[in-house]
């Protein structure tokens, strides 16, 4: 072992000063992947157009000069809804032959802002089954190029149609695919197995100098993304001091790396809650244009009811590197996903205004829309495709877009809607969505998972409750209405009902409790009364962990 440290610290020594010293073209060869032209069996650099590649199950799949790894173009994939939706080629089976190996390399870039297992994996037939085989897989963030490449993959016996593609461990964020290539046994070097050991760079299960030539041409090499090991102090950049980290590691000045910094934004922050919050408007120059706007982006996603579009509203100074709460927020009857951020009703200067006046901590605001459905089984597509495509995009609590990530990050997500809206917020309340979701804001509309009396209504709530073994400061309900507003006499009852029951504390300060129903005197069914409504509730959200 002593002797291992030794030998360790020399080397370390000699490419420290090769590192400060040369321009070390001459330690490429790690990455190198490239094969002689002869081993080469078929190939697409996607320069003379897509070679067969097509979407998987994404909206597109074209040829892009935005971000490539060689040559001048590649190939481009947006509009995925899951992660396993991405770029496919077919191998054609006299050439591939099942029960042969071959090398197998390509290279993929994502879009998104965060660490993101690109894989590269073959589907197959066999028998009457369709199986799933990943091939290779390496980390990408930011659009660097990540090379996933196998030396020696064996098509399985007995495969028919395989079908060649690349997808994502988790997340729907855009990717591009450069440099794909098949070549004969062993003719492409293959890319490291993927490891979890911080500074075990090319997942041989120990830390060497190997590591540390890697690290040093990740950083020689802006396109290329390291491999998420190389992060030593675990504060999502790779630079100097991971190798520095890595260099005192293998000389024993240190027997460990650094954790992971505490997050510099607090989880909770403490908030002088009004126990009984009534009804204000906002002040009137909150729906002009704001000094510090923030940004409406209108997106397209491929959904489980097909292609649908939402906006997302980012906070001024909006910043990946940072997490942001999430309230996706519906629109009523009649309306669409533009209704909240448009003229009539100007929800994103309110948020801008009350976001520079300290009001309210910068958040995410999505407005999707139920049009593609029914407003009461909306929450299905906001699972399975809404928060997947938002949350793999934009930085949020959750570190992926896994279930467990999800459940991980519930309270800094809500849940909210006016009018059919609001239908929808009880559909998912009471719908199984609570385990991922821990604020919910009815506006004007009772829930209609129920028939009858209110009683009936509340009862499904507490149900549902009971259903998630959620403690009672673990899910937090905000509803409102006007006095003369439609909803009105159908909320009221249920209201009441849901007061007398054991699993709502009712007050607005939701360090003590975590139902509330605010009534707006003398307002009726309109969105510019409703929008008060969430400047009075709405920065109530977020407090509680
Ligand atoms: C309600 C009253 C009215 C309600 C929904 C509506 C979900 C919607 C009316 C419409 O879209 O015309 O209590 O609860």
């Not at 370390?12 to 094969?35: H, K, Y």
């Not at 098509?155 to 591009?176: C, K, Q, R």
């Not at 090319?202 to 020689?220: A, P, R, V």
Request: net charge negative; aromatic share 12%.
């Amino acid at each position: 072992m002593k002797l291992k440290r030794i030998l360790g610290s020399i080397a370390a020594l000699s490419v420290c000063s090769a590192l400060l010293a040369s321009d070390c073209r001459g330690f490429q060869f790690v990455l190198e992947t490239s094969a002689a032209a002869d081993d080469i069996i078929s190939y697409c650099y996607f320069e003379d157009g897509t070679g067969g590649w097509e979407a998987r199950s994404a909206d597109s799949a074209v040829i892009s000069s935005d971000n490539y790894i060689q040559g001048s173009k590649s190939l481009f994939v947006s509009g995925r809804s899951d992660s396993w939706n991405g770029a496919q080629v077919a191998l054609d089976a006299d050439t591939f032959k099942a029960g042969s190996t071959y090398a197998f390399s390509a290279a993929a870039a994502t879009c998104s802002n965060k660490q993101t297992l690109m894989m590269l994996s073959l589907q197959y037939t066999s028998g009457e089954e369709t199986y799933y085989d990943h091939i290779a897989s390496a980390y990408s963030k930011d659009k660097k190029w990540a090379v996933l490449a196998n030396s020696e993959y064996t098509i399985p016996a007995g495969a028919t149609d395989p079908v060649l593609y690349v997808e994502t461990e988790s997340g729907t964020s855009d990717f591009y695919v450069d440099d794909f290539k098949i070549g004969v046994k062993g003719s492409i070097k293959s890319t490291s197995p993927v490891s979890e050991v911080t500074g075990d760079l090319n997942g041989d299960e120990k830390i060497s100098i190997i590591d540390l030539i890697m690290l040093k041409n990740c950083l020689l090499n802006p396109k290329t993304a390291p491999p998420k090991t190389a992060d030593a102090d675990s504060n999502g950049d790779v630079d100097l001091t991971d190798a520095t980290l890595l260099i005192q590691y293998m000389l024993g000045q240190i027997t460990a790396f650094p954790d992971p910094p505490v997050p510099t934004q607090p989880e909770t922050t403490p908030f002088d809650y009004n126990p009984n919050v009534s009804f204000r408007e906002a002040p009137g120059n909150y729906f002009n244009p704001c000094a510090q706007a923030g940004k409406i982006v209108k997106e397209t996603y491929n959904g489980i009811n097909g292609s649908n579009t939402l906006n997302v509203y980012l906070p001024n100074g909006y910043d990946s590197s940072k997490q942001y709460n999430i309230f996706y927020l519906m629109h009523g009857g009649g309306e669409n996903e533009n209704t909240i951020f448009s003229d009539d009703v100007k929800l994103g200067q309110m948020l801008d205004n009350m976001i520079m006046n300290g009001e309210l901590e910068p958040m995410i605001v999505v407005t999707p829309t139920f049009n593609k459905c029914a407003a009461q089984t909306f929450y299905k597509e906001w699972r399975a495709s809404v928060i997947p495509f938002v949350e793999g995009k934009y930085s949020t609590y959750a570190d992926s877009t896994s279930e467990a990530d999800l459940k991980a990050s519930r309270m800094h997500r809500a849940y909210g809607g006016f009018s059919m809206g609001s239908a929808s917020t009880w559909a998912g309340l009471v719908n199984g969505c609570l385990d991922i979701c821990a604020y919910w804001m009815p506006l004007s509309g009772d829930n209609w998972e129920a028939s009858g009396s209110g009683y009936n209504k509340a009862k499904s709530v507490a149900d549902a409750i009971d259903r998630s073994g959620l403690a009672k400061n673990e899910y937090f309900i905000m509803c409102s209405t006007g006095s003369d507003d439609i909803a009105y006499p159908n909320m009221n009852p249920q209201m009441q009902e849901m007061q007398k029951m054991s699993q709502f504390v009712f007050t607005s300060d939701f360090s003590k409790g975590n139902f509330y129903f605010m009534v707006a005197p003398g307002k009726t069914h309109w969105w510019g009364y409703v929008k008060h409504y969430i400047y009075d509730t709405l920065p109530y959200f977020f407090h509680e962990s």
